[in-house]
């Protein structure tokens, strides 16, 4: 057994530091640990450093992956490459044509960056090694300051996340379906003038331009589902995870878990787009017909 616990060494502390943690209703905190501290309300987190750790590494991935782009690819690339390819074929017809190019480095992004930050809390010593007031690194009863925290445990993380969405949804919007264009599909009335009675069209104009406030309320409410649909998730398993001592079949609904976030949050910022994008190849496409998804 001496042999055995030489052997074994911190990883062995590790685990049984950890098992205890969670043992003892140790939870993951609210707020992210600060790691380095400018004072003035500026500091590194450990969430930033963990999110900007994984984009570093999975730049790094890529580049190793893929390396020289080749017409006949190898076997990294290959993989890369029928990521892209299963993701274009879901994403492309929600957000449509025109408007795909310029949306799709950005969802892949968040496809990627946000299933790997959600992963991180999976890996063995996430939210558990770190320092405070403990004689030793992995004596947690004390410990006051966790190392690695997944950034999107952090709700700063998910908010950034979410308001650059946002800002990609207004900037794509504008691009390519214009101010004009997206001030009618708002507030302009669906109904055919044609086919609609003459004194119902104009009661249906105000009922269409009360309907168009409202839809700009829901627009701006986007930011604050997204951030707290994600940041809830990845939290409240965590905790789960730190309260149950890690149990295996919880470590399988997380993997499940993280991978469903990603998607939504991908699919919820492509179909934000393809509501207003995705009317066709027509450019010359009427209003009325671009409102009918309302």
Not at 61 to 84: H, N, T
Not at 92 to 103: L, R, S, T, Y
């Amino acid at each position: 057994m001496p042999h055995l616990k030489k052997l074994l060494g911190p990883a062995a502390a590790l685990l049984a530091a950890t098992t205890a943690f969670a043992g003892d209703g140790g939870g993951v905190s609210p707020a992210a640990a600060k790691l380095v501290d400018f004072g003035h309300g500026w500091a590194i987190t450990n969430s930033m450093a963990t999110g900007w750790t994984i984009s570093f590494i999975i730049l790094a991935l890529v580049f190793f992956l893929v390396g020289k782009p080749r017409v006949l690819p190898g076997k990294g690339q290959a993989v890369f490459e029928s990521i892209l390819e299963a993701l274009r074929d879901l994403l492309e017809p929600i957000v449509g044509k025109k408007a795909f190019p310029a949306a799709f480095p950005l969802l892949v992004t968040f496809f990627i960056f946000i299933l790997v930050q959600n992963w991180m809390g999976l890996i063995p010593g996430v939210g558990t090694m770190g320092w405070g007031r403990g004689d030793h690194w992995w004596n947690l009863e004390h410990m006051t300051t966790p190392l690695i925290r997944p950034f999107n445990a952090d709700f700063n993380g998910t908010i950034a996340l979410a308001a650059i969405s946002f800002g990609a949804w207004l900037i794509i919007v504008l691009k390519f379906a214009g101010l004009k264009f997206l001030v009618k599909d708002l507030f302009g009335n669906k109904a055919d003038k044609s086919e609609t009675p003459g004194w119902l069209y104009p009661i249906l104009t105000v009922v269409f331009l009360v309907v168009g406030f409202i839809e700009v309320m829901s627009i701006f409410i986007r930011p604050v589902t997204l951030s707290v649909r994600l940041f809830g998730n990845v939290f409240g398993g965590e905790n789960l995870l730190h309260g149950t001592g890690f149990i295996f079949v919880f470590y399988f609904m997380e993997l499940l878990v993280g991978l469903i976030q990603a998607l939504v949050f991908t699919l919820l910022t492509s179909v934000y787009i393809g509501l207003i994008c995705n009317h066709g190849d027509d450019h010359a496409e009427t209003p009325h017909a671009a409102g009918s998804h309302h």
